[in-house]
T-cell receptor
Framework: DAGVIQSPRHEVTEMGQEVTLRCKPISGHDYLFWYRQTMMRGLELLIYFNNNVPIDDSGMPEDRFSAKMPNASFSTLKIQPSEPRDSAVYFC?????????????FGPGTRLTVL | TQLLEQSPQFLSIQEGENLTVYCNSSSVFSSLQWYRQEPGEGPVLLVTVVTGGEVKKLKRLTFQFGDARKDSSLHITAAQPGDTGLYLCAGEYTGGFKTIFGAGTRLFVKA
């Protein structure tokens, strides 16, 4: 398996622009998580899905952030409009409930820089 | 807000030394995972502990889950430069798949 795939790996944009981050989870995994990592705040859970349905979006910082999972093999995290304080590394992770535990497999991350 | 506190935040040691990293919370977790993250990559799962008092070994790494399932420790014996990285603990809340991560311990092992 190729593992969790994220694109792009790096994104540099200007304040006010729309940013879309993409994730392909591991095939067969029924949970998908979006995280944001910064030096100041560490790894923060933004939202997670189970069987393509959003379960908990309490970590989404503002209405500028939205996430979708139209099918089991694809998810997007959108920021509109972007702000400099959104600069961070965004990770997608997936897991399979069959193990009984939330053992997550992370993608390589998208490093977002908002100028 | 339920927190998972890790200590120390940063550790720099010589190759061959032993070290212990701690992960503490006031919450009870159904399971706890340890991950290691290297620069430019995502965290990679090392181990899951489930039962209070459980001890798991992974080569030179020993993981322990507290009796009350609120805390955990990671002990590395004879550290090597390849152990360098950010070690993260993650507690899974009872009744769901939601997980909270600690801030991490950044380990640097000098040759």
């Amino acid at each position: 398996d190729a593992g969790v795939i994220q694109s792009p790996r790096h994104e540099v944009t200007e304040m006010g622009q729309e940013v879309t981050l993409r994730c392909k989870p591991i095939s067969g995994h029924d949970y998908l998580f979006w995280y944001r990592q910064t030096m100041m705040r560490g790894l923060e859970l933004l939202i997670y899905f189970n069987n393509n349905v959003p379960i908990d979006d309490s970590g989404m910082p503002e209405d500028r952030f939205s996430a979708k999972m139209p099918n089991a093999s694809f998810s997007t995290l959108k920021i509109q409009p972007s702000e400099p304080r959104d600069s961070a590394v965004y990770f997608c992770a997936s897991s399979h409930s069959g193990t009984g535990y939330n053992e997550q497999f992370f993608g390589p991350g998208t490093r977002l820089t908002v100028l | 807000t339920q927190l998972l506190e890790q200590s120390p935040q940063f550790l720099s040691i010589q190759e061959g030394e032993n070290l212990t990293v701690y992960c503490n919370s006031s919450s009870v977790f159904s399971s706890l995972q340890w991950y290691r993250q290297e620069p430019g990559e995502g965290p990679v799962l090392l181990v899951t502990v489930v039962t209070g008092g459980e001890v798991k070994k992974l080569k030179r790494l020993t993981f322990q889950f507290g009796d009350a399932r609120k805390d955990s420790s990671l002990h590395i014996t004879a550290a090597q430069p390849g152990d360098t990285g950010l070690y993260l603990c993650a507690g899974e809340y009872t009744g769901g798949f939601k997980t909270i991560f600690g801030a991490g311990t950044r380990l640097f092992v000098k040759a």
